[in-house]
């Protein structure tokens, strides 16, 4: 099996900063796409940041210019860099991969359990 374990969410002022990382444990022989989704009070969880094992990478409109997804391969984490945050940026913020495991010839979407990022006004 695979695990992801998000950590660095918190509280955070307007205008702040927070980096939050992802690691990946588990039976992995590779990680193609890595990335960021949140999902804010009453509000479908949407797309972040991605980034895949080209080191592409897509952002969601609203966090252009203001995040930054990065990836260390050797660590199997990603991260994103969160700058000038907003109170609309206030989320759960989940860490995605789709990983190939060890004996299976097709890569398999993980999630972590999310992490609270709370931005005050």
């Known amino acids: 099996q695979v695990q992801l374990v998000e950590s660095g969410g918190g509280l955070v002022q307007a205008e702040g900063s927070l980096r939050l990382s992802c690691v990946a444990s588990?039976?992995?022989?590779?990680?193609?796409?890595m990335g960021w989704y949140r999902q804010a009070p009453g509000k479908q969880r949407e797309l972040v940041a991605v980034?895949?094992?080209?080191?592409?990478?897509n952002y969601a409109d609203s966090v252009k210019g203001r995040f930054t997804i990065s990836r260390d391969n050797a660590k199997n984490t990603v991260y994103l860099q969160m700058n000038n945050l907003k109170p609309e940026d206030t989320a759960v913020y989940y860490c995605y991969a789709k990983v190939r495991r060890v004996s299976f010839s097709y890569g398999t979407d993980f999630w972590g359990k999310g992490t609270l990022v709370t931005v005050s006004s």
């Open positions: 980034i895949n094992s080209s080191d592409d990478t």
């Open positions: 588990g039976s992995i022989f590779s990680i193609n796409a």
